[in-house]
């Protein structure tokens, strides 16, 4: 059996499939001081369900925050950096970029590294090998002066490092001697490329992250051996699994955990549905996480921001907003209705759960227009209080003048625009057009709001999964095992020798694999290169089988091809560098066809929901509808795990996997 458990900021949630195929699903909320105790909770329940046992369980994969959130709060470990002496302060310098444009008072985030923790080392690496070697004699007291600063981790950046690692290895042999109870972190065996800027601060993220989630991971893996469970494996930003050890030794490897599993989720269930082009949004209590799936694949990153500080590592490509279920509605200073991005958590929660919480929400909205359900428990057994919502919802109303259910419609509408926003900016702004895609919506709240969403970007299909308020779950459930390797190069792509590029191409497969110690089922090699002069690159991927690689010729087609795809033109007479090399491969991934445990006959009946300001009578089926039904707008599905809301002129049905379509009807003239 295969065990999924995803950590969100409101709910933790578990799925377990069987060879079978049967699914089932639990939700818990999370604890926030100690996640693995929600993540046990969620893991007893789904088993209870399932009528199973933990010794059943063959793979236990696992998504968190932990990460994410310790960054966030700034929860981070004293670290220490050693870098080039002269280049101790790139870390605070960065780029010339202002954090945002049009706040000139703004400032980038602070460095995770005080200046009094900045340590310089007395040696020089070039791009062609030493300049100024590293005395041992200098490493030990330089050492040894760390050691006496007392930190918990220590990160290692120096120049050049990527092409020859000695200088770092030396250091960290060092520290293990004098300074053993720090952890360590090598900007040589994390990132492997260069921009010193980048990889430094991936390197201190990596430090400074890394003791805090260590410590998480090993309470886990002890409670699930108790628990007669096998030990975790960790979803990593890359939407891969790595172990338990390897993910707590790099944490920075592991700060988009959580929606990587949403992706991949998605990625499963658009298979499924033949759908190779889909627009993902997974809103939760928290957050709301946006993709893109195109051909089939989900597209990938090595150059992002997490929190405002670079993370030059492999990551799937998704933008994230403060928009979830739990987010807080309020009047800013110029009298406007606005929401989140801070939310209400676990705890208290939304107004609505009737756990403390006084301030309105984009939950209480939804409650007050019709569109949850106040005698149906929401996922996790928590009952709603619609009078608790009324009396929030209503408080926020008299501040800006409306009546209840108009600024309940406004918070949903304002928490729609955040959204939309996120939407737009991973298809407009990139220049591609959202109306060809279909739109995915998962997450215990993205079917509320995704016909509305789906309307706005001119999008006719709407895709709803059986699984959709477990779905991240089921993402980690169906993950494949994967490492990264990559490597700056700068090499002319005219003039290199194909042996040259065969054997660099062999060398990090090689490591990549060693990694894995498993045998890949899928390599998949990246080539970054550009035109000489030019800031930044473009990629040029290929899959490799046994006998395949391109050629430096092949190679230079495809970069001019890809050049002309983006920028509408291509240099003949200029050179072409071979700037970085990066090698993924993948273990064997399950092979999943989930269905539900069960079709639980629905139950329907007629209740007013508010569209437009206007209550109107819908049609409301409670549990998962039977595959073939067809099920007209206006009308709500409360799912085991979700609600899928069908406005009017909106017409969904449902698959054979339980997957609900909903399909945009054409207004009469």
């Not at 703004?106 to 009094?116: D, K, R, T």
């Not at 080392?121 to 490493?139: C, K, S």
């Not at 919502?389 to 918070?411: F, H, K, N, P, Y």
Request: charged share 20%.
């Amino acid at each position: 059996m295969l065990l999924g458990v995803d950590v969100g900021g409101t709910f933790t949630d578990a799925v377990l499939v069987g060879d079978d195929g049967v699914l089932h699903s639990a939700k818990v909320p999370s604890t926030p001081t100690d996640q693995s105790i929600a993540v046990l909770a969620a893991v007893a329940l789904v088993l209870t369900r399932a009528g199973a046992h933990a010794r059943e369980v063959t793979r236990f994969a696992h998504g968190m925050t932990v990460a994410t959130n310790a960054l966030l709060e700034g929860n981070t470990a004293r670290t220490a950096l050693i870098a080039t002496a002269g280049f101790t302060d790139v870390i605070e310098l960065g780029r010339q970029a202002r954090a945002h444009l049009y706040r000139l008072c703004q400032a980038a985030p602070a460095p995770l590294v005080p200046a009094p923790l900045r340590f310089a080392a007395p040696e020089r690496m070039g791009p062609h090998g030493v300049l100024q070697a590293l005395a041992t004699d200098a490493a030990r007291a330089l050492v040894q002066e760390i050691a006496d600063a007392q930190p918990q981790a220590v990160a290692v950046s120096l120049l050049h490092s990527y092409v020859d690692p000695a200088h770092e290895r030396l250091l960290s042999q060092l520290l293990s001697e004098l300074a053993p109870d720090a952890h360590v972190s090598l900007s040589s065996e994390l990132v492997g490329t260069f921009r010193e800027y980048e990889r430094t601060a991936t390197t201190v993220l990596d430090a400074a992250l890394s003791p805090l989630l260590a410590d998480y991971l090993r309470r886990l893996g002890d409670r699930a051996h108790a628990a007669g469970l096998c030990q975790p494996q960790v979803m990593q930003s890359s939407g891969g699994l790595t172990e338990i050890a390897h993910a707590g030794a790099h944490a920075a490897l592991t700060v988009l955990s959580g929606p990587a599993g949403g992706a991949g989720g998605a990625l499963l269930l658009a298979g499924l549905a033949r759908e190779p082009d889909v627009l993902c949004l997974d809103m939760g209590g928290t957050s709301c996480d946006v993709c893109l799936i195109c051909d089939a694949q989900v597209a990938e990153t090595a150059d992002r921001l997490i929190a405002g500080r670079p993370l030059a590592l492999p990551a799937l490509d998704i933008h994230t907003v403060g928009a979830g279920g739990g987010s807080i509605a309020w009047r800013d200073p110029g009298g406007a209705l606005r929401a989140g991005p801070a939310s209400a958590g676990a705890q208290p929660g939304p107004a609505c759960y009737g756990r403390g919480g006084l301030l309105p929400t984009v939950t209480d909205a939804n409650l007050l227009l019709g569109r949850l359900l106040a005698d149906t428990p929401l996922a996790g057994g928590v009952a709603l209080d619609r009078h608790a919502a009324e009396q929030a919802v209503s408080q926020l109303a008299d501040e800006l003048g409306l009546d209840m259910v108009a600024c309940a419609e406004g918070i949903v509408r304002v928490a729609e625009a955040e959204m939309l926003g996120a939407l737009r900016v991973m298809t407009v702004q990139r220049g591609i057009d959202p109306r060809r895609f279909a739109l995915m919506a998962f997450g215990g709240a993205g079917p509320l709001h995704a016909a509305a969403l789906a309307g706005e970007l001119g999008i006719s299909r709407v895709i709803c999964p059986a699984a959709c308020g477990v779905l991240c779950a089921l993402g980690l459930a169906a993950a494949a095992p994967r490492r990264d390797v990559s490597r700056t190069l700068m090499l002319d792509a005219l003039t290199l020798p194909g042996e040259r590029l065969d054997s660099e191409r062999a060398l990090l497969i090689a490591q990549a694999s060693a990694a894995l110690a498993l045998t890949p089922v899928r390599v998949r090699v990246r080539h970054e290169l550009r035109y000489r002069g030019q800031s930044f690159e473009l990629a040029v991927d290929e899959e490799l089988g046994p006998r395949d690689g391109l050629s430096p010729t092949q190679l230079y087609d495809a970069f001019a091809r890809a050049h002309e795809q983006r920028y509408d033109y291509r240099d003949e007479s200029a050179g072409i560098e071979l700037v970085t090399m990066r090698v993924s491969v993948w273990g064997a991934a399950p092979s999943l066809q989930p269905r539900a445990a069960r079709v639980t006959p629905t139950a329907t009946e007629v209740r007013p929901i508010v569209f437009a300001g206007q209550a109107m009578a819908a049609t409301i089926h409670r549990g998962e509808p039977p595959p073939h039904s067809v099920l007209p707008g206006p009308a709500a599905v409360a799912l085991p795990d979700a609600t899928v809301l069908i406005p009017p002129r909106w017409l969904a049905t449902v698959d054979k996997y339980g997957t609900i379509h909903l399909v945009r009807q054409q207004q009469d003239n």
